[in-house]
């Protein structure tokens, strides 16, 4: 088995051997050939900084580093399901680390999906630690309405005010939750197409929701209530944006376990997919 910078294979052989890797996971995300493409630009996969491993011509395995300033980030890591346990997983992140460490990084992030013990397993050991466990929360698009006797406690909304991809960039530059990659600004940055909602309730709560809409899906989508209740505000957002985009479906990743705006997502119908633990370690 040898380990190859990723710039040798085409996006198309990178792509499938993702899939590959990815047939047996706990979270269906299937890759194409655009989609990495977007991928790679979205969140600053560097790939000359990537690889592949590689035995008799075949892809046994893959994994990526995103850089932004002195920060690196793993992703896209995968073995093929009958070569694993020989070594591949740890060799990749050993490449990947060592990238980092080449280029003076003094630090390295990640994600893994709750329940993906192998992986999880890995990275402790190799030094990573938990940070925190963060909610990729989904709401499908016929929400159903209350049922009788059902109240729901959320203030009025008193103000609405929209915004293009210019606004709702400076709004998210503003942001004062601590982000995750996937969803700061240097992601939200390269993201076409980004909108933004503010409203201001009755009750003297204020707040935005950005987030990119599509004919089918409104993704991206990244809430911060700036005054009053944050659950209360949170539904009155999320209540407002549904009234714009009744049909889509909405995906909301990365939101904190235990950010006081959950409550507010689920009274506006949005429910808990998947759970990502975000880990680091430091490269010294
Ligand atoms: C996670 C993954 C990349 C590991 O690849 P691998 O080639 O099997 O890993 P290695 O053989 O190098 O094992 C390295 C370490 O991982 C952990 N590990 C791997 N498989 C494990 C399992 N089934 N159960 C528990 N720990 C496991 C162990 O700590 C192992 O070290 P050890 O062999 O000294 O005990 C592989 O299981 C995979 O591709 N899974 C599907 C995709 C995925 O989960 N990607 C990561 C997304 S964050």
């Not at 560097?46 to 892809?59: R, Y």
């Amino acid at each position: 088995m040898q380990l190859i910078p990723a710039p040798q294979l085409s996006l198309a052989d990178l792509a499938s051997a993702y899939n590959e890797t990815r047939i047996d996971y706990i979270v269906p995300m299937p890759m194409t050939v655009e989609r990495l493409k977007r991928y790679v630009e979205i969140y600053d996969v560097d790939l000359h900084g990537s690889c592949a491993a590689v035995s008799s011509n075949v892809i046994l395995g893959l994994g990526m580093l995103g850089i932004r300033y002195q920060r690196g980030w793993i992703t896209r890591l995968g073995v093929l399901p009958a070569g694993r346990r020989q070594g591949t997983g740890r060799a990749i992140m050993e490449y990947l680390l060592e990238q980092a460490r080449q280029r003076h990084m003094p630090i390295m992030w990640l994600e893994v999906i709750k329940g993906n013990t192998p992986a999880h397993q890995l990275f402790i050991s190799l030094g990573f630690e938990e940070t925190r466990e963060l909610i990729v929360a989904r709401r499908p698009p016929a929400y159903r309405a209350l049922g009788p006797g059902e109240q729901v406690f959320r203030p009025q909304v008193r103000n609405i005010r929209t915004y293009n991809r210019q606004g709702a960039l400076a709004l998210l530059e503003q942001r004062q939750d601590r982000p995750n990659w996937l969803n700061e600004v240097e992601s939200m940055r390269k993201v076409g197409d980004l909108s933004a909602i503010a409203v201001d309730t009755s009750d003297g709560g204020r707040g935005w929701v950005s987030f990119q809409p599509s004919l089918l899906q409104l993704t991206h989508i990244v809430v911060e209530v700036t005054a009053g209740d944050p659950a209360g505000v949170t539904a009155a957002l999320l209540q407002t944006l549904h009234q714009y985009y009744p049909t889509q479906d909405a995906i909301c990743e990365n939101l904190p376990e235990n950010d006081p705006k959950w409550p507010g997502f689920e009274q506006a119908g949005y429910f808990d997919a998947f759970h990502r633990i975000e880990m680091v370690m430091p490269l010294v």
